[in-house]
């Protein structure tokens, strides 16, 4: 294949290990493929070794691995190995399918060393996903079945870093140099970031959904976002070549940062609204506005009345529309639609308290854009019809369910799962089990909160925007 321009050195590297987590789990083997790019030479040098990881092996990981306990009674642990494998992947871009799992073991098993690791990291599932968006899955199971890489031993160390270097020639074969080299150089970009925060701040953060948490001096939080990839929507804000004027600010303020890991975006959604209410992050002006959110009723005539959503009951089977995020955002609203509808703004109660004649038209009416309800031209049984047809997008829909319900939120392969219980379009919590799903819906307080009923009415909607299961509450 052509030398890949991005690096001189690649190194292909797979771990087995004990478990998923790297802070308790230990690498049992790995597997190295070196390759050296010298003008038109290429140098491969494989290298792999069995670890004593220093605990038991669970039988389901023998039974995947096929590695066991006998297997690395003998073994080295890792301490002994560590400097060789450092040289070996000295100058290297580390190259790995979902790369942060390979790379974290190996950090935490350096950190228990005493050795510091730093290296560039190249995801082969992100850049199966850049270069193929449209072939999807991209394990490494189907990848090898697309490309037909076959013949190495899998969920064995070197026999997968063998095959993330056939994969890597596999699309040298099917993609142009050039659009290989973009991509690449687009994941392998590193943002420039903020002074106050270590050189390791971003390689710390999952590919993962989750909300994150800026901060500056104190304790309170200055920013508060959600993403489907923490760790490329965080870098985003700290890259140069797209950095808008708010996130300069941000770079200028921020001290540290935190997350939280969720099952799916529409967890981190869920998550990021409660928590910019309750912690008011300065930089998050328009979600924090929830004290002045209002839902409308309109009466017999057709003329909306306003509550405030925090006292909202949504069980008193009237029809309601909204949330609305205030008041001037409702009013702005039916202004437009009476312009765009022929509606009659004296009789939305919209033109303030001006003296205005019984029988005198509205502004609209005069500008011919009123069916004429404020002159008698149109009955006001067919203008709250009409209000009411126009209206329906915004209208908060009966509750569908007996009771409770969970939409159960499930990340495989990151082994989470999250139950998100609502009941009447209030959301009642987040658990991580159907018996805590239970427990939630009988002790829980129903309030209303309008950004987590939007969500809630879009995930039980025809065509939700999110794959959620859903679990009656008995």
Not at 134 to 155: K, N, V, W, Y
Not at 272 to 291: I, Y
Not at 319 to 332: K, L, T, V
């Amino acid at each position: 294949m052509t030398v890949p321009a991005f690096a001189p050195r690649l190194a292909f590297v797979d771990v087995e290990t004990t478990g998923s987590s790297p802070a308790r789990e230990r690498v049992t083997e790995i597997g190295l493929v070196r390759v050296d790019f010298d003008g038109d030479a290429t140098r491969v040098d494989e290298w792999s070794t069995l670890v004593n990881p220093g605990c038991p092996i669970p039988p389901e990981i023998e039974w995947l691995t096929g590695i066991t306990n006998e297997m690395v009674r003998a073994a080295p642990p890792f301490a002994d190995v560590a400097q060789e494998l450092i040289d070996r992947l000295e100058g290297a871009v580390f190259v790995a399918h979902n790369a942060r799992f390979d790379y974290g073991f190996l950090r935490a098993e350096f950190a228990r060393a005493g050795l510091a690791f730093h290296a560039k990291t190249l995801c082969t599932v992100r850049l199966s996903r850049a270069l193929d968006p449209d072939r999807s899955p991209h394990t490494l199971d189907a990848l090898i079945e697309r490309f037909g890489l076959a013949g190495e031993e899998r969920h064995r160390a070197l026999g997968d870093a063998r095959v993330l270097w056939r994969l890597l020639q596999a699309w040298g074969r099917r993609h142009t140099p050039a659009e290989i080299e973009t991509t690449v150089h687009a994941l392998l970009k590193h943002p420039s970031l903020p002074t106050h925060l270590p050189p390791n701040a971003i390689e710390e953060l999952p590919h993962a959904p989750g909300v994150y948490l800026f901060y500056g001096l104190n304790e309170h939080p200055i920013y508060i976002g959600k993403s489907v990839d923490l760790r490329t929507r965080v870098a985003s804000h700290f890259n140069a070549e797209h950095r808008t004027p708010r996130d300069l600010r941000l770079s200028q303020e921020i001290h540290r940062l935190e997350w939280e890991e969720t099952a799916g975006e529409f967890g981190a959604l869920l998550r990021e609204s409660e928590l910019v209410k309750t912690r008011l992050p300065a930089h998050n002006v328009a979600l924090r506005r929830r004290q002045g959110q209002v839902v409308m009723t309109l009466d017999d005539a057709g003329r909306p009345a306003f509550a405030r959503a925090l006292d909202f009951d949504p069980s008193t089977g009237e029809d309601h529309y909204g949330p609305f995020n205030s008041r001037a955002a409702a009013r702005r609203l039916l202004t437009g639609l009476a312009a765009e509808h022929a509606l009659c703004l004296k009789t939305l109660g919209l033109e303030g308290r001006r003296a205005v004649a019984d029988g005198a038209p509205c502004f609209n009416r005069q500008l011919n854009r009123c069916a004429g309800a404020c002159t008698g031209e149109e009955a006001p049984e067919q203008h709250s019809v009409r209000l009411r047809e126009v209206l329906e997008a915004w209208r908060l829909p009966a509750w569908p369910h007996r009771g409770a319900v969970a939409l159960v939120e499930r990340n495989c392969g990151r082994f989470r799962e999250e139950w998100h219980v609502f009941d009447r379009w209030c959301w009642l919590g987040t658990v991580g089990t159907l018996d805590a799903a239970r427990e939630l819906a009988r002790t829980a307080t129903r309030a209303f909160e309008g950004d987590a009923a939007r969500l809630a009415v879009r995930a039980l909607s025809a065509e939700p925007p999110w794959t959620l299961d859903l679990v009656e509450i008995d």
